[in-house]
C-alpha cells in the first residue's frame, strides 16, 4: 500500500539549471526528501535560483526502502509536518492509492457486518435467555403464591 512521503517541487526560471546533482527547468520536479543528502537539500532549498515548494508523494514501501537518507533531519523535520503537505501524485497513483484504500474499505466493512451478525446472534440469545428467567420467575410467583393458600386450606380442612 502506498503511503504519503515528504517531497520538495523544484523549478527554475531557466532551463538546465543544475543544483546537488539535479538538472531543474521550468517545469517542476518532485524529488522525495529522503532521495537527498542533507547536504543537497540545503543546497537546493537556499538556491535563489529555484523556487521551492513543499509536498508529499505516494511511494510504496520497496520505493521507501531504496530512499538512502530516510532517517535524516530534514526528512524527520519534514515528517511531522507531512499532514499540511498537498500531495503531489500522478493519476496512476491515485489510482492504485484510491485501489488500496477501496479495498480497505472493503475489508473493513465486511468485518463490520461480521461483527454484527455476531451481535444479532447474541442479542437472539439475551432475548432468549430473559424468556426463561421471565417464566422461572412467572412460575415461582405462581407457586409461592399457591403455598400459602395450600397452607391456609390445610389448616381450615383441619388436616
Do not use: W
Not at 524529488?31 to 537539500?41: C, G, S, T, V
Not at 537546493?44 to 508529499?56: G, K, P
Amino acid at each position: 500500500m502506498s503511503k504519503l512521503h515528504p517531497a520538495i517541487k523544484v523549478a527554475s526560471c531557466q532551463e538546465g539549471f543544475r543544483r546537488a546533482g539535479y538538472t531543474f527547468g521550468t517545469k517542476p520536479k518532485t524529488i522525495a526528501l529522503a532521495a537527498l543528502h542533507p547536504h543537497a537539500y540545503a543546497a537546493i532549498r537556499e538556491d535563489q535560483s529555484l523556487v521551492v515548494v513543499d509536498t508529499a508523494i505516494a511511494l510504496n514501501q520497496e520505493e521507501a526502502a531504496a530512499l538512502a537518507h530516510a532517517d535524516a533531519p530534514h526528512v524527520i523535520a519534514a515528517q511531522a509536518n507531512a499532514c499540511a503537505y498537498v500531495p503531489d501524485v500522478s493519476e496512476n497513483t491515485q489510482r492504485e492509492t484510491l485501489a488500496d484504500l477501496e479495498a480497505e474499505l472493503n475489508a473493513r466493512a465486511k468485518q463490520i457486518t461480521t461483527q454484527e451478525a455476531e451481535l444479532q446472534r447474541k442479542a437472539a440469545q439475551l432475548d432468549a435467555r430473559e424468556g426463561e428467567l421471565l417464566a422461572r420467575e412467572k412460575a415461582l410467583k405462581s407457586s409461592s403464591d399457591a403455598t400459602p393458600a395450600a397452607l391456609k386450606h390445610a389448616k381450615v380442612s383441619g388436616k
